[in-house]
Nanobody
Framework: VQLQASGGGLVQPGGSLRLSCAASGGTFSGYTITWFRQETGKEREFVAGRRWTGGSEYYADSVKGRFTISKDNAKNMVYLQMNSLKAEDTAVYFC??????????????????WGQGTLVTVSS
């Protein structure tokens, strides 16, 4: 399985970006796809996630109402639409796939496969 994240860049506060994650090399039905982010010197933190097939969407409180996770089954793509960006959203963003145990969707160790990360910088 390979995950390829893209779409990061420099954006002004209040702006928007859409991150993409291309998934290949497997079938993902039954898996959970998530986005995490990591600032320099800090632990990786959960941003958003959902089951590949159906199910609820989950968001970190810090991004709820501003970020939206979505997917395109036909293209095996997962997206993170980020609106109203803030300086504190600056981080490297990773997509990940796994089968987290109930209640563990926010735990990085539950994910088997990771993309390489894409840098998002929010600055004026």
């Amino acid at each position: 399985v390979q995950l390829q994240a893209s779409g990061g860049g420099l954006v002004q506060p209040g702006g928007s970006l859409r991150l993409s994650c291309a998934a290949s090399g497997g079938t993902f039905s039954g898996y959970t796809i998530t986005w995490f982010r990591q600032e320099t010197g800090k632990e990786r933190e959960f941003v958003a996630g959902r089951r590949w097939t159906g199910g609820s969407e989950y968001y970190a409180d810090s991004v709820k109402g501003r970020f939206t996770i979505s997917k395109d089954n036909a293209k095996n793509m997962v997206y993170l639409q980020m609106n109203s960006l803030k300086a504190e959203d600056t981080a490297v963003y990773f997509c990940a796939v796994g089968r987290p145990a109930a209640g563990s969707i926010r735990t990085p160790g539950m994910y088997y496969y990771w993309g390489q990360g894409t840098l998002v910088t929010v600055s004026s």
